[in-house]
Nanobody, 121 residues
Framework: QVQLQESGPGLVKPSQTLSLTCTVSGASITTNYYYWTWIRQPPGKGVEWIGSISWSGTTYYGPSLESRAAISRDTSKNQFDLRMNSVTPEDTAVYYC?????????????WGQGTQVTVSS
């Protein structure tokens, strides 16, 4: 059974950097042809693709956040990370990590439970 677990601070101050980690169990993040993705859902809004990292380490980003987001991985820990700089209250959302068959907001077969991140002073 594949499991994903998000972790990181639940409260971030404006202008600071948001840092989240997704720990994966039951599957390797280097297994061919899977994409490991960060998605968020602001309150009262739909889901938004932040970005993905492939099994080979190639990164892909959504157009609205690519200037502020960075996804990396630690294969020894079977984890992948999200860093997003210069956050504002509009970045307040539930953040999810997922596994999928392609980058983007669809075609995911496993999701983490999500973690609430609030941007506030």
């Amino acid at each position: 059974q594949v499991q994903l677990q998000e972790s990181g601070p639940g409260l971030v101050k404006p202008s600071q950097t948001l840092s989240l980690t997704c720990t994966v169990s039951g599957a390797s993040i280097t297994t061919n042809y899977y994409y490991w993705t960060w998605i968020r859902q602001p309150p009262g809004k739909g889901v938004e693709w932040i970005g993905s990292i492939s099994w080979s380490g190639t990164t892909y980003y959504g157009p609205s956040l690519e200037s502020r987001a960075a996804i990396s991985r630690d294969t020894s820990k079977n984890q992948f990370d999200l860093r997003m700089n210069s956050v504002t209250p509009e970045d307040t959302a539930v953040y999810y990590c997922t596994r999928g068959s392609r980058p983007g907001v669809s075609d995911h077969d496993y999701w983490g439970q999500g973690t609430q991140v609030t941007v506030s002073s």
